[in-house]
């Protein structure tokens, strides 16, 4: 399964159609996204958490999750754009 990828900043529309395996997922629309997101975070250390990968890829405000982080926001959903 796999997310219908639209440009920045607009949402994502999930399709189950096409299916992402380790020998496919280079092809994944998402792909080249995610890849500019984490390249910067791996520069910076070794960790990556799926949070910043989001942010870095503009799903996820950094205000809303650190609003997240304090309480303020129940849980991520509701303020992802890729919900």
Do not use: C, N
């Amino acid at each position: 399964m796999s997310f219908a990828g639209k440009s920045h900043g607009q949402r994502l529309k999930y399709s189950s159609a096409t299916k992402v395996s380790a020998d496919s997922y280079r092809g994944d629309p998402l792909y080249p996204r995610i890849v500019r997101a984490v390249a910067p975070l791996l520069e910076r250390g070794k960790v990556v958490a799926p949070v910043d990968v989001l942010a870095g890829m503009g799903l996820l405000d950094p205000v809303k999750i650190e609003d997240w982080r304090r309480g303020r926001v129940p849980y991520l959903e509701k303020v992802s754009a890729a919900t």
